[in-house]
C-alpha cells in the first residue's frame, strides 16, 4: 500500500512537469505551423510580384486575407518560457522575447496594421502587389531582426 502511495505522490508531482513539457512541444509545433502559412502566403505573393507566378487577381487576394486571418490570432501566447534557442529543440526564438514582451506583442500588431487592407490592396494587376508585400515583409524583418536567431 505504501508503495502504491508513494507512486501516486510522485505521479501527480510530476503532472505539472509532463503537461509544461507537452505545452512548450505543443507552442513550438504550433509556432512553426503558423510561420509556415504565413510563409506559403506570403510566397504565392511573392511569386506573382516577381512574375515567377502569373498574376491571378482572386488567388493574390484570397493569399492576403489568409495573412490577415494569421495575424488576428495571439502569437505572442505560443512563445512560453523553455522555448527559446537552445532550450527546445527547433526553435529559433532568442531569448529577447521574454527580456521584452511588450516590444514583440507590438511587432505582432504592427503585422496585422501591414496586413489591414492588402486583399483589396493587391487586386487590379500585378504590380500593386508589391508595394503591398513590402508592408508585410517589413514588419516580417522587424521581428526578425530583434528576436529570430540569425542564419
Not at 17 to 27: G, H, L, R
Not at 140 to 148: I, P, T
Request: aromatic content about 6%; overall charge negative.
Amino acid at each position: 500500500m505504501r508503495l502504491a502511495t508513494s507512486a501516486a505522490i510522485c505521479l501527480f508531482a510530476a503532472l505539472p512537469v509532463i503537461a509544461t513539457a507537452q505545452s512548450a512541444e505543443d507552442a513550438l509545433e504550433a509556432r512553426h505551423g503558423y510561420m509556415k502559412m504565413l510563409a506559403i502566403n506570403m510566397g504565392k505573393l511573392s511569386a506573382m510580384a516577381k512574375g515567377d507566378m502569373a498574376y491571378d487577381e482572386a488567388a493574390a487576394s484570397t493569399a492576403a486575407a489568409n495573412i490577415v486571418a494569421l495575424t488576428q490570432y495571439d502569437v505572442p501566447s505560443l512563445f512560453i518560457e523553455g522555448t527559446a534557442e537552445g532550450e527546445a529543440e527547433g526553435s529559433e526564438a532568442l531569448p529577447a522575447i521574454w527580456e521584452n514582451p511588450d516590444d514583440f506583442a507590438t511587432k505582432f500588431t504592427e503585422l496585422a496594421d501591414a496586413a489591414a487592407g492588402s486583399p483589396e490592396a493587391v487586386m487590379g494587376g500585378q504590380d500593386n502587389i508589391g508595394p503591398a508585400l513590402q508592408k508585410l515583409g517589413g514588419a516580417c524583418k522587424a521581428c526578425h531582426d530583434d528576436y529570430r536567431k540569425k542564419d
